[in-house]
């Protein structure tokens, strides 16, 4: 049986994911170094080795606990709720999760550029599934007339693209905006546009 880990083990370890997340983000995969990692977390490469076997093993770990973090909401969608609703929190959702966490957004958006080389299996098997439960829903709520007819997966596209794009392009947002808060207004945009795109024809 495994020994339980210590304060100090789990500490490290949040060290070593947090900093491998912020030089990934910023220098991508191959840009990315063991030094630069262990430099940022505070710690000696062979400390960091201890916990982390290497780079690849760090980058798995964040992307694993990344796509788990972004899945669970998709499942949390009520078939049974208001279809409107349920979308536009989605959709409120993953702007905030764009704008707390915009180095998990960066890094993954790296990996898909790069031809999701280390999750492209999760990408076609765990992802597809669960956006296909949610496109049968939603193909459910469009027969029933209690939204708008619209192709699920080309919806679910948009609102991936319309609030992530928030982290993804952050410089190219606050070079737009300057001084402006570069989400201040987002949410009822990205609202209305969902509202009058979903809500049903009286």
């Known amino acids: 049986m495994n020994k339980p880990e210590t304060r100090i083990q789990k500490k490290n370890q949040s060290a070593i994911l947090a900093a491998g997340l912020k030089v990934f983000s910023q220098y991508g995969f191959h840009g990315s170094t063991l030094d630069k990692i262990a430099d940022e977390a505070g710690l000696s490469k062979p400390n960091m080795l201890y916990y982390f076997s290497s780079k690849d093993a760090i980058y798995k770990a964040l992307l694993a606990r990344l796509l788990e973090s972004w899945l669970e909401p998709v499942t949390h969608i009520d078939p049974a709720g208001d279809p409107v609703e349920e979308l ?115």
Not at 128 to 143: E, N, Y
Not at 173 to 191: T, Y
């Open 88 to 202: 536009v929190n989605y959709a409120k959702l993953k702007l905030t999760m764009s704008q707390h966490y915009p180095n998990e957004s960066r890094l993954f958006a790296n990996e898909i550029i790069q031809g999701a080389p280390q999750i492209g299996d999760v990408l076609r098997g765990e992802l597809r599934t669960v956006i296909d439960q949610l496109a049968h829903v939603i193909d459910g709520w469009v027969s029933a007339g209690r939204i708008q007819p619209v192709d699920p997966y080309h919806l679910v596209f948009s609102i991936w693209s319309m609030t992530q794009h928030y982290a993804d392009f952050d410089v190219q947002v606050r070079a737009i905006l300057g001084d402006r808060d570069p989400m201040a207004g987002a949410e009822m945009h990205i609202e209305n546009m969902l509202r009058r795109m979903l809500t049903p024809e009286p």
